[in-house]
């Protein structure tokens, strides 16, 4: 069978263009006498001869990839792929070999279409009575659209199962990239004609920067800015996008400006598959799904996206809503400052890193002077004022890595990571001579802005929060009362 199967191979190709042919031999002839026959994609082969006959139907489907005087070896080997030819001279030769009609399904590259082409080949190897090969006969199908129907409904399915345990896990994730990371790797899975994927976010320049992506090599996503005004060629503002779009040909656009960057396998990108993220009203991002194949995206797809990008816009939005009633739960509204439930869960984490590397911290509880004072004379209004000058003020001249928390009222404390206690100390001398030099206007009246405060380090002067806490209260308070003395002498 093996040496049956290179004869075949080595055939010369011969097209059936008129209704009538006849290729018998022996017992009995075939006759071509139906002009619709010869339109399918009917092919026959006689061991006796070097040729084999096939129909009009599948001249027209190779059309650009068939060539004169080419062999059906040669044929396959342009139309079948280099890591699909192994199983397809697999399932050929068990056509060949079987002596009941047998077919199989393949996809092959025609060179006039971008589109994926899949065929079943049918056949059966037809014998004289004395078991001598006669000959091999069979139809080739474009069953297409069958195939990418049914892709279309699996990959649906896929995308349904991925978005659903998006959802469910959304929650756990706790940080918008790594969901984002979550949806695209799931997409690509779930779409086997997407090679890559990314999703741009629009910065303060006016610019669309990648943000999330897979395929992409990553210090070429890092480089990478899309004009706003360029967004898609110019043809596209981003008023009127609002619902996915196809962009095809994007190797031959002039000035190309696409969002994509360098990919790791070096391919080429030829279309897009797009759609606008919207989150109240506003753009908040661009989902982009890239195909080294050309004209590879259809309606189906368009669908499927707008699904897609639903979905999407539920789990931000729903991952929003979380992160601001999870950002209201730990923070002070008036301040922005933590609030003492959370700080003492950071507490505890920096307090388990500093065991383990021995490194050392401070705890700083402040108290803002005269509050109820001003509250009494001027109303809360002067009051909040006075609360947010404070914060305000402390936050631009100490550490962005400083940790700081409204406890209530006019309590607040502080961490301070990888600073020596002294230091610290100075630090917090020079910032209360700076408040009192600045003070606020409210109604034509200047208000000094000051407060008391207490310090203890970690590990000289206490292991756990209330040790701490409770030694840098009483430090508070002692340099509180010490200021009411002093004033109280001067006074006097």
């Known amino acids: 069978m093996v040496k049956i199967v290179e004869q075949l191979k080595n055939a010369y190709i011969v097209p059936i263009t008129r209704t009538t042919i006849k290729t018998g031999a022996g017992e009995k002839s075939i006759l071509f006498s139906n002009p619709d026959l010869v339109k399918e994609g009917f092919w026959i082969w006689k061991p006796k001869e070097k040729v084999i006959y096939i129909t009009k139907g599948i001249i027209d489907a190779v059309e650009g990839s068939y060539a004169q005087s080419m062999t059906i070896g040669d044929l396959i080997k342009t139309i079948i792929t280099p890591e699909q030819l192994p199983a397809f001279l697999s399932n050929f030769t068990?056509?060949?070999?079987?002596?009941?009609?047998?077919?199989?399904?393949?996809?092959?590259?025609?060179?006039?279409?971008?589109?994926?082409?899949?065929?079943?080949?049918?056949?059966?190897?037809?014998?004289?009575?004395?078991?001598?090969?006669?000959?091999?006969?069979g139809i080739v199908e474009d069953i297409s659209k069958t195939v990418l129907s049914e892709q279309k409904n699996s990959q649906l399915m896929k995308i349904q199962d991925a978005l659903l345990d998006i959802n469910h896990h959304m929650a756990k994730i706790g940080d918008l990239d790594k969901l984002m990371d979550l949806i695209l790797n799931r997409i690509t899975e779930a779409m086997s004609h997407i090679d890559c994927a990314s999703f741009l976010t629009l910065n303060k320049d006016n610019y669309f920067t990648i943000s999330n992506s897979v395929g992409y090599d990553p210090e070429a996503v890092k480089k990478f800015k899309l004009p706003y005004n360029e967004l898609f060629f110019k043809k596209t503002t981003a008023e009127m996008y609002q619902a996915p779009m196809i962009v095809?040909?994007?190797?031959?656009?002039?000035?190309?400006?696409?969002?994509?960057?360098?990919?790791i396998d070096n391919i080429q990108i030829k279309s897009l598959l797009n759609t606008p993220i919207i989150i109240d009203n506003e753009?908040?991002?661009?989902?982009?799904?890239?195909?080294?194949?050309?004209?590879?995206?259809?309606?189906?797809?368009?669908?499927?996206?707008?699904?897609?990008k639903e979905q999407i816009e539920i789990a931000i939005s729903k991952y929003r809503m979380y992160e601001k009633i999870k950002f209201i739960s730990r923070h002070d509204q008036l301040t922005g400052f933590i609030n003492r439930s959370y700080f003492e869960e950071l507490f505890g984490q920096n307090l388990k890193l500093a065991k383990r590397y021995r490194s050392s911290f401070s705890l700083v509880v402040m108290d803002l002077d005269g509050l109820k004072k001003i509250n009494d004379?001027?109303?809360?209004?002067?009051?909040?004022?006075l609360i947010t000058t404070f914060s305000e003020n402390i936050k631009k001249y100490f550490r962005e890595s400083d940790i700081f928390s409204r406890f209530g009222g006019d309590e607040f404390a502080g961490l301070f990571l990888a600073i020596k206690s002294r230091t610290l100390q100075k630090k917090f001398n020079d910032f209360t001579q700076l408040l009192i030099s600045k003070p606020f206007e409210y109604n034509e009246d200047k208000i000094i802005c000051s407060f008391s405060y207490g310090l203890a380090a970690y590990p000289k002067e206490g292991t756990t929060f209330m040790e701490l806490f409770k030694l840098a209260d009483s430090r508070m308070y002692k340099f509180k009362n010490d200021k009411r003395n002093n004033l109280k002498r001067v006074s006097d």
């Open 94 to 137: 068990a056509l060949l070999e079987s002596g009941q009609k047998r077919s199989f399904i393949t996809e092959v590259k025609i060179k006039t279409s971008d589109t994926p082409v899949w065929i079943q080949i049918s056949g059966s190897v037809n014998r004289y009575k004395n078991n001598r090969l006669k000959d091999i006969s």
């Open 248 to 263: 095809n040909d994007v190797h031959r656009i002039k000035g190309n400006v696409t969002p994509m960057a360098k990919t």
């Open 283 to 308: 753009l908040a991002g661009i989902i982009s799904l890239d195909s080294s194949r050309n004209y590879i995206f259809d309606e189906d797809d368009l669908e499927i996206l707008q699904y897609i």
């Open 377 to 385: 004379n001027y109303g809360h209004m002067a009051g909040d004022l």
